[in-house]
């Protein structure tokens, strides 16, 4: 069977980050797509590891060579998702986990409609402000332009297939591989009853 993949999107700071680095550090078999991205990098982040930078030309000559699955601009930033890293990671059977925002999931799932489309939210809009702030990674200025824009992604939550509340990590992160967990076992994925018993590796 090939690999899930599996949208995570939701308001900045609700905690796709870290769920999404639980999630990879507890199965080996989820690998999280790096995307391109015009923004600057912040302290600490790696080319290559958490985002490909590029300049506006660089990201526009990828576009224009249908190098990205699917792009999207957020806040002032493009970003979008790499096509053959993912296209190879789910042939070879890994499950490709995106953490994009809601405008390019739904792109994702017009173009793959298997695709797995999971909104995590959080468990309130003060609690959401506590952790942008408590990152410390945005301006004050850029924490406030997040929040503004968390209220029309939170109002885009019934277009996903999933939701999952972020109060309690260990349990969202729980949740989100239950669905996966059921995602494959949906019998689309089989036309016989082998393939599955082949799929959970039974004796
Ligand atoms: P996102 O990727 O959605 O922007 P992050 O993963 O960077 O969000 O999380 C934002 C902040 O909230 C980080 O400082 C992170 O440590 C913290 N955080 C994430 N999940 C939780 C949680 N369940 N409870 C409390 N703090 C959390
Ligand atoms: P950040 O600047 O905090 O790393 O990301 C800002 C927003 O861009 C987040 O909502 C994140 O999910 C989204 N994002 C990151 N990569 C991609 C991508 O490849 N495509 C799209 N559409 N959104 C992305």
Redesign the pocket.
């Known amino acids: 069977m090939p690999g899930l993949l599996v949208v995570i999107s ?12 639980l999630l990879c550090e507890r199965s080996p078999r989820a690998l999280l797509s790096v995307s391109a991205t015009t923004r600057p990098p912040r302290a600490g982040e790696v080319e290559g590891k958490h985002y490909y930078f590029k300049s506006e030309t660089e990201f526009a000559a990828m576009v224009s060579r249908g190098e990205l699955l699917e792009w999207a601009r957020v806040y002032s930033y493009c970003y979008g998702t790499p096509r053959p890293p993912v296209e190879e990671s789910l042939r070879r059977g890994y499950d490709v986990i995106l ?1 994009i925002d809601v405008q390019g999931g739904l792109k994702v799932k017009r173009q793959m409609p298997d695709a797995v489309l999971i909104f ?1 939210a959080p ?1 309130s809009m003060a ?1 959401l402000r ?3 702030v ?4 945005e301006t004050p200025e850029a924490i406030e332009e ?1 929040l503004r824009w968390a209220e029309g992604e939170l109002a885009r939550m019934p277009e996903y297939d999933y939701v999952v509340v ?4 260990d349990e ?1 992160v729980a949740r989100v591989t239950s669905i996966m967990i059921a995602e494959k076992c949906r019998t689309k994925y089989y036309s016989k009853w082998e393939d599955a018993v082949r799929e959970v590796g039974a004796r």
């Open positions: 939701g308001p900045s700071g609700a905690g796709k980050g870290t769920v999404c680095r953490e995590l468990p609690e506590r952790r942008l408590g990152r410390e990674t997040r972020n109060d309690r990590l969202a």
